[in-house]
């Protein structure tokens, strides 16, 4: 059916500038309920209940909404608005970060996974970026993987174009490059290097460099004040700071979600029955874990997980670099990824983490440290061929993953090229950050050290950002959980949207296919 889509979200708000898309005022009444003020149970009945508000949940409620059906969205963390967003970085850690930061994957080494837990999910923190999945994987899916036609790039066309239009995607406009950015690129078209401007949802970044706190100025499009407001304005209501325990089932049917509301006089139940379907869209590790604890038995829940861990490069300069300033990522390289697998990019940190890249200790460290204006980074990122596991252990999550021989090498092909990248741009100092490598590099010509660098992912501090495939898809239960409708292959009614039903990893940015995926899916619900 024709979906009845509402104006442009261009068009909206413009009579009042001072109001933000998340402003209480600006919303319905009724349309929410804090789950941290609910003062006994509740019951509710909707067409559809969505679980979690990041980029797959929040675009499937606002498809489904503006189509017409009674919608409830169902958040783990809290909505903090953008009014509430601090400049500093460890307010919006407890604010707006899953346990701070602190979950890790272990395995060979203990590997850092970032995620949001807020209203908006990850969409609040990340730095906005909008990378269509590449042709290649694509075709992968569509033949080594037998999801074609259902599942191709023809089929997600449609939707991409609608996001771009809809939230702003553009590429980084030279005035908020910002130094970092602009050193990534002289360095590399300095080297005759494949690089770029990123491509982001921007509706007039300011170069504030603070994605990872939560837009202050509501110009980074996030899911917290685009799709979901929209979402409400059509008739959603929104339940956050509730955690999805499990999924009701009655026979083979998906029937309603059961979460739980921290209020005053201890926990409150939430029971939400849903007449047509139930959306799980809570990550990539939390989804698995979800329909575990619902009786579901697909021996691939939670197995093939997959991932993009990065590790960073730090270098100072005689001149200024200001990460203060700027898009906190503003150009990246694909010269690396068809053949080993990686991405190269510019990334602006905070003075807080910015630290823990540079060398030395005490008043060694601190001196490094004075000279923060000089200091850029760049970060390879690894489109892993590594698998691991998502569970559940003393009730908390538990990640098991461990990357291969041959990501560690690929891993060392992007760090030699990144510093010479550096070094051309002007760098006096390189720091590899790595144990089993000099603390220092003073020239391009060590770049060449990298080739004989440290095998093992203990030697490195890594963080994965980009997570993938533990509730893979595939068009039989013997291959994967839900199937090319998205619909799990044991339960009717429960469908799977966020990034786990991606059967590999993307190689680039998952956000922008990661909603292409659930416009496709809920649109088909229509």
Known sequence: MTLPWAESWSDRGKSDPAVYPDDVAALPAGCEVDGRRARRPIDDEVDFVVVGSGAAGATAAHTLAEAGYEVAIVEEGPWVRTREFQRDFYPALKQLWRAMGTHVASGRSLIPYMQGRCVGGT??????????????????WSTRWELGPDISERALDEHFAYLERELSVREVDDRVLGGNSSTFALGAARLGIESHVIQRYDRGCDGSASCSNGCRTAKKQGMNITFVPRALKAGARIYHSAEVRRVETRG??????????????????LRVRARKGVLMAASTVQSPNILRRSGLRNPHIGRHFQAHPGVSLAARFKRDVRMDFGATQGFNSLELLKKSGIKLESLMLPPELAIARLPGLGPELMDRFADFSRIAISAVVIKSEAEGVVSERFGAENLKFSLTERDMANALEGLELTTKILFEAGAEEVYPGAHGMPMVLRSADEAKLWREGPKDTRAYNMVMTHLFGATRMAREARAGVVGTDFQTHEIKGLYVLDSGVFPTNLGVNPQHTIMAMARLASSRLC
């Open 123 to 140: 969409t609040v923190i990340n730095s906005a970026i909008a990378w269509r999945a590449p042709s290649s994987v694509l075709d992968d």
């Open 252 to 269: 083979d049917r998906a029937v309603a979600v059961f979460a739980e509301m921290n209020g005053p006089g201890g926990p409150h139940a």
